[in-house]
C-alpha cells in the first residue's frame, strides 16, 4: 500500500470522525468519532514517517495511541458518571458539567 493511498484512508477517516461528532447525540458515539479523528493523525504520522524513512513517524504514533488510550478512559469515567446521575448519556440534555 503506498503512501497516497494511506493518506486517503486517513482523510476518510477523519472525515468520518468529524461527521461522527457533528451528527451523534450520544456521548458515546461521539468519544468513538473523537477517537476516528486521533486515530487518522496517528496514521498521518506513521504515513509520512515512512515517506521520508524516518523513524519518529512510527513512534509518535504509539505515544498518541498512549495519550489517547488515556483519554478513552476519561471520557468513560465521565460518562459512567454521567449515567449514573442523569440515566442518560445523550449530549444535548447534560448540563451537570456546567460550572
Do not use: Q
Request: charged share 15%; net charge positive; proline share 1%.
Amino acid at each position: 500500500m503506498g503512501v497516497k493511498a494511506i493518506l486517503i484512508l486517513s482523510a476518510f477517516m477523519f472525515s468520518l470522525g468529524v461527521f461522527g461528532i457533528l451528527t451523534r447525540r450520544s456521548a458515546l458515539g461521539i468519544l468513538i468519532a473523537l477517537e476516528l479523528i486521533f486515530n487518522a493523525a496517528n496514521l498521518n504520522f506513521a504515513a509520512f514517517g515512512r515517506m521520508f524513512g524516518k523513524v519518529e513517524g512510527s513512534i509518535f504514533p504509539l505515544f498518541g495511541i498512549a495519550i489517547t488510550v488515556c483519554e478513552v478512559v476519561l471520557g468513560f469515567a465521565i460518562i459512567f458518571y454521567l449515567y449514573r446521575v442523569r440515566k442518560t448519556t445523550k449530549a444535548d440534555e447534560i448540563d451537570i458539567l456546567k460550572g
